[in-house]
């Protein structure tokens, strides 16, 4: 503002009067937002928890444009609404205040002796002091799994701490609900999942009111990679909405018989996406009705299989994996749960040489992961079987869709580069920092090939631990007050009430020592490993942005006119080449029982071909040959195998001009001939 001359001073004129009135009415004043600075709100509620947070959070982009930042890939902030509303005790916010939201669960009073869940899952007797606010003895605690560890003011201080995006997996099992005696609503999954989507929303609300109003919060909840990367650059927490769940849209399966339809998983699928959700597992603990699952462990494991069969009426079945993949050994320790089996009903044992679900993709499983590929959003692989997770990831590659995430450590790792390759994007869990540093840079080289930055998943509110304290007289202990991992904020001890926590002696207590366990990685495993972390938020905004940018190419070879060397003959079902390329994946072309067939391709004109996919019925090719033509006569090879194994396959070479397209099989896989359900031809 240009500063005015000098001048004698004047009566105050009733128009400066009425100026001066409104100034003062509409205009900051010592508490208003003008002159707090912008991360402080305007009004916290009273008495409250700290944050013990000093110092501006870093905003706008690095010197190459990209925003940086922490991600927390995998985190259920309101799963204390789930398994009917008393598995987790405590709110991440209350209208009523911190009293309220953090108090723990009625029927653990006096002496946590009813924590039911605690000690079917990890052992022990559950007991401890079930008072929260304001002395919060003994919770929450790094291995308690029944205690609100998302408190508004605790994810404050992670964002205060570096983190800028925050997935929010909405989350509930209707069979845990409906074995855990506690409960005060409905075991219904889907109604679960709204009500989480819509608190999300509300303490988004809540949040804004301590800043002055809509929109002027951190916390805040986005719906596409753009509107992300302004939050971030803002300096603020993009909070993506996710699912996670063991029967989304109702697709259980009951002794194998699926319980829902095409016509559920497209309702339920709008739904979601209507809501705001951008990312989801189509499979979580049970088997269902769309995928197999991978494998829990220990007595967890065993308490799992006990659920899957009292809600499927089948326990997990094991095959010998047939590649390097393999999917987490099935715990057969003792639990609890197995009272709740029907007489005369044991938990089978497993051969240790057999450790891969014979569940994979079914054929609505595929029909829901292409219905997320049309709504562009990212599909979570973690508790995929290694069958379905391979099966995905063939689909991914044949349409060069890049909207795979792998959020907390529950993929194999051998699938990885699959994933890099892609353009996905992969966090580990939130182990302890030696195991989480050992984890990170196992697969160092990859991120460094492939240019990414790398996640964590926290899974707060989930069933699995948290990490455990080194101890205050370790080596390398963190030392307080540390600085953020961007240096420009100050991080002190955190208290709530009366109690502090120190991560030394507390460990990852909840989301707001997730600073601190950043700080004892950076000692632990060294400063690379935090800069791959503060890379995620870029690295996690590539996958979503190729997502939403996504075209699916133009299958040359659709309805094109097909023959072959031969067909197999059947009086009541056509294998007729054509039935390769007529777009159903229901039918196929099947060839006489030899080695030596072909199957051709017209497509009518000549184009540039770049990729041809090839999806194997059981009778695949272990050794064929791609080859192309411009005129039916001279063919060139284009790329070949002799490794083939069925499945769906990508084969990508040069981009070569041809209108004529072969498959020449040279080695069967099986005892019957070749059998394609369809071919696709691109030249992208």
Request: proline letters at 4%.
């Amino acid at each position: 503002m240009t500063r005015q001359p000098h001048r004698r001073r004047t009566p105050i004129t009733l128009l400066s009067l009425l100026f001066i009135v409104m100034t003062m009415t509409l205009g900051p004043t010592s508490s208003s937002a003008a002159e707090t600075d912008w991360w402080n709100p305007v009004a916290r509620p009273a008495p409250d928890s700290q944050i013990n947070v000093t110092g501006e959070p870093f905003k706008g982009t690095d010197s190459q444009g990209e925003v940086r930042g922490l991600v927390d890939a995998h985190n259920h902030l309101f799963s204390n609404e789930a398994f009917g509303g008393r598995l987790i005790c405590g709110k991440p916010f209350s209208e009523k205040g911190v009293a309220d939201a953090l108090k723990d669960c009625p029927e653990h009073y006096p002496d946590g002796s009813l924590a039911i869940f605690d000690y079917i899952t990890h052992g022990g007797d559950g007991k401890h002091d079930p008072v929260g606010w304001p002395t919060f003895k003994d919770w929450p605690a790094y291995d308690s799994m029944t205690h609100q560890a998302n408190y508004y003011a605790w994810i404050e201080r992670a964002w205060r701490g570096g983190q800028r995006v925050l997935v929010n997996d909405l989350v509930t099992n209707g069979m845990i609900c409906s074995v855990y005696p506690f409960k005060d609503r409905s075991c219904d999954e889907m109604t679960s999942i709204r009500l989480q989507a819509k608190l999300t929303y509300d303490m988004q609300d809540h949040i804004d009111k301590m800043y002055g109003g809509t929109g002027k919060g951190w916390f805040r909840i986005v719906t596409d990679s753009a509107q992300a990367r302004e939050v971030i650059e803002q300096g603020k927490l993009a909070v993506i909405l996710g699912v996670e769940t063991s029967e989304p849209f109702g697709c259980k399966q009951v002794l194998d018989i699926a319980q829902c339809d095409k016509e559920d998983i497209d309702k339920g699928l709008d739904e979601l996406y209507d809501l705001g959700v951008r990312s989801m597992f189509l499979c979580h603990k049970f088997d269902n009705a769309l995928c197999g699952v991978r494998f829990d462990e220990h007595g967890l494991g065993t308490a799992i299989n006990v659920g899957q069969f009292l809600s499927t009426g089948t326990f997990w079945q094991t095959e010998k994996c047939k590649g390097p993949q393999k999917d987490n050994p099935i715990g057969e320790a003792p639990s609890e749960t197995e009272e709740d089996l029907p007489a005369g009903t044991e938990v089978p044992e497993y051969d240790e040489d057999a450790q891969c679900n014979v569940r994979g993709l079914t054929g609505l499983g595929e029909y829901a992961v292409r219905g997320m590929m049309d709504r562009k959003m990212m599909l979570e692989i973690d508790h995929m079987s290694v069958k379905a997770t391979g099966r995905v990831l063939d689909i991914f590659e044949a349409e060069q869709y890049p909207g795979v995430l792998s959020s907390h450590s529950w993929m194999d790792l051998n699938w990885t580069e699959r994933v890099y390759s892609l353009g996905g994007f992969v966090a580990q869990y939130m182990h302890g920092s030696e195991e989480f540093s050992e984890e990170a840079k196992r697969t160092d080289a990859l991120r460094e090939k492939y240019g990414v930055g790398y996640g964590y998943g926290t899974d707060f509110n989930g069933i699995g631990d948290h990490p455990a304290p080194r101890g205050a007289n370790t080596s390398n202990p963190v030392t307080y007050p540390f600085k953020s991992v961007d240096g420009g904020s100050v991080i002190a001890r955190q208290t709530t009430g009366e109690r502090t926590w120190d991560y030394n002696t507390d460990g990852g207590a909840h989301a707001g020592m997730i600073p601190d366990w950043i700080e004892d990685i950076r000692q632990v495993g060294g400063q690379d490993v935090v800069d791959d972390l503060l890379r995620g938020a870029e690295s996690y905004l590539g996958t979503w942005g190729a997502s939403e940018d996504h075209k699916a190419g133009v299958n040359l070879a659709s309805g094109s006119t097909a023959s072959a060397s031969s067909s197999e003959s059947n009086p009541f079902t056509s294998y007729a080449p054509s039935r390769a390329v007529d777009g159903k994946p229901g039918t196929r072309w099947a060839s006489d029982w030899s080695g030596d067939q072909w199957l051709r391709l017209d497509l009518g004109s000549a184009s540039l071909v770049k990729r041809v996919t090839l999806d194997w019925e059981r009778a695949y090719g272990k050794a064929y040959r791609i080859q192309l033509s411009t005129d039916g006569t001279n063919w060139q090879s284009v790329w070949s195998t002799t490794t083939g194994d069925g499945g769906l396959d990508t084969a990508r070479f040069t981009g070569v001009p041809a209108r004529y397209v072969r498959v020449q099989g040279l080695e069967r896989g099986t005892e019957w001939g070749y059998s394609l359900r369809e071919v696709g031809v691109y030249s992208n």
